[in-house]
Nanobody, 120 residues
Framework: QVQLVESGGGLVQAGGSLRLSCVAS????????MGWYRQAPGKQRELVAL???????NYADSVKGRFTISRDNAANTVYLQLNSLKPEDTAVYYC??????????????WGQGTLVTVSA
């Protein structure tokens, strides 16, 4: 069993910053990638940022230059630094990981989500 636990969401004014954290725990052999997705009310879930075990990153165009994803492989933890926040960044942010539980068995795991609210 593998779990992702997120923390760090909250209410912030436009222009402010937040830092999200997500820790993976359980029967983990190797984590291929960790990432953050978000879902705003009435919208589909979208990729925000992704980082691989080799620290390659990918960002949504809407957050490039404002958000930074980083990863601590030893601690199975991924972070998302959110700067220059805008009201349109308001959403539930979900942590995701693609990982192997054995040398051949892999899972796509989701966290429970953390709410980020940006006031104008």
């Amino acid at each position: 069993q593998v779990q992702l636990v997120e923390s760090g969401g909250g209410l912030v004014q436009a222009g402010g910053s937040l830092r999200l954290s997500c820790v993976a725990s359980g029967s983990i052999f190797h984590i291929v990638s960790m990432g953050w997705y978000r879902q705003a009310p009435g919208k589909q879930r979208e990729l925000v940022a992704l980082i691989t075990s080799g620290h390659s990153t990918n960002y949504a165009d809407s957050v490039k230059g404002r958000f930074t994803i980083s990863r601590d492989n030893a601690a199975n933890t991924v972070y998302l630094q959110l700067n220059s926040l805008k009201p349109e960044d308001t959403a539930v942010y979900y942590c995701n990981s693609r990982l192997y539980t054995t040398v051949r068995d892999w899972l796509d795991v989701w966290g429970q989500g953390t709410l980020v609210t940006v006031s104008a």
